[in-house]
C-alpha cells in the first residue's frame, strides 16, 4: 500500500503547528490525531513514537496526523531543576495542550476523508489527547470518535503501584529516577504554577470524566506509569465511559520508540484493530 506523508503548518493559538499528515491511496478506514511523549520536554515528530508509529497505522488504512507540540523546559530528573541549556523557546501548560486540542479541531474539519477522527497519545502525548478531550466537550465542540491513550501519564501524582507493579518496577535499573517522586518533578515541570497540577486539562485523572468517547488504554506491563493509566480506566469506568484497558506483557515504558521490538508490533497490531474493528470503522 503506498502512503502519502505531507509535512504542513497549520494556525494554532500561539502561532504555527508543524504537523505531519499520513493518507493512503485508498479510502481511510478511520483517522488518527496522535500526539508523541518525551516527559513533556522532548521528542519530534522524527522519533519512532511519532514517525513509525503513524507510518505502521497508515499502512493499516488509517489517516493520521502527528503533532509537533512545543515543548516544555529541559529538567534535570534528579533536581527537577531546568537545564542551563536550554534550545529553542521553551514553554509550560498550556500551550502543548492547547495545541494538540488545536489540531484536533483542524483534522475534523479537513478536507481529508475518514470516517470518524480519534485522537490519542503515547506517555505525555497521551495526557495531551486526553486533556484536550475534556477541553473539547467543556467548549461544546466536536469530540473524537475515540480516545487512544499508550502508557500515558494521566495524574498530577503517581497513584500507588500494586505489590505485583512495585516488584516489577524494582527490577529496572534505576527505579527512582521513574518513581513517584519523578513523576512529581516532570509533572511540575510541565505547568509551572503548582496550582496547575489540578486543573483538570492538564491532568483528567480524579476529575469529571462523564460523556467522554470510547477510550483505549495500552499500558506497557514493567512501568511506573501502569498505575496512573489502571486507575484512570477504574475512573473512567466508574464515569460510565465504555474503557478497553490493556497491560501488554513484557513491555517497558517508550516501547513503541523501538520499531525493532516484537512488543511494538504487537502493540501497533492492537492499537490498528481496536481503532478499525472495535469503533465499527470497518
Not at 502527528?66 to 534528579?78: F, N, Q
Not at 514493567?222 to 465504555?242: F, H, M, W
Not at 520499531?259 to 508490533?265: E, G, H, L, Q, R
Amino acid at each position: 500500500m503506498s502512503i502519502t506523508i505531507k509535512n504542513r503548518r497549520i494556525d494554532g493559538p500561539y502561532g504555527t503547528i508543524p504537523i505531519r499528515v499520513h493518507t493512503t491511496d485508498g479510502d481511510a478506514r478511520a483517522g488518527l490525531v496522535w500526539a508523541h511523549g518525551g516527559a513533556f520536554f522532548g521528542g519530534d515528530l522524527d522519533m519512532p513514537e511519532s514517525d513509525w508509529v503513524a507510518r505502521q497505522l497508515a499502512e493499516r488504512s488509517i489517516a493520521v496526523v502527528t503533532v509537533d507540540y512545543r515543548l516544555a523546559p529541559i529538567m534535570d530528573w534528579t533536581t527537577g531543576e531546568q537545564a542551563p541549556a536550554q534550545p529553542g523557546e521553551r514553554f509550560h501548560y498550556p500551550v502543548a495542550s492547547e495545541e494538540l486540542t488545536a489540531a484536533f479541531s483542524w483534522a475534523a474539519a479537513s478536507d481529508i476523508r475518514v470516517p470518524g477522527w480519534a485522537i490519542g497519545g503515547a506517555s505525555a502525548g497521551g495526557n495531551l489527547a486526553a486533556g484536550a478531550t475534556l477541553r473539547l466537550r467543556d467548549n461544546g465542540l466536536p469530540l473524537p470518535s475515540a480516545v487512544l491513550l499508550v502508557y500515558p501519564v494521566l495524574h498530577s501524582e503517581l497513584p500507588p503501584m500494586s505489590a505485583e507493579l512495585h516488584a516489577k518496577v524494582t527490577t529496572l535499573p534505576d527505579p527512582d529516577l521513574v518513581g513517584a517522586d519523578a513523576i512529581h518533578r516532570m509533572n511540575l515541570n510541565y505547568v509551572r504554577d503548582p496550582a496547575g497540577l489540578g486543573e483538570p486539562y492538564a491532568f483528567p485523572g480524579g476529575h469529571d470524566l462523564t460523556g467522554l468517547p470510547p477510550t483505549m488504554i495500552l499500558n506497557s506491563d514493567i512501568d511506573p506509569l501502569r498505575a496512573s493509566g489502571q486507575q484512570y480506566g477504574a475512573e473512567l469506568a466508574a464515569a460510565g465511559v465504555d474503557v478497553l484497558m490493556i497491560r501488554e506483557v513484557g513491555a517497558h515504558h517508550g516501547h513503541l520508540n523501538e520499531p525493532d521490538n516484537p512488543v511494538a508490533a504487537h502493540s501497533i497490531s492492537r492499537m490498528a484493530d481496536w481503532l478499525l474493528s472495535g469503533l465499527g470503522f470497518i
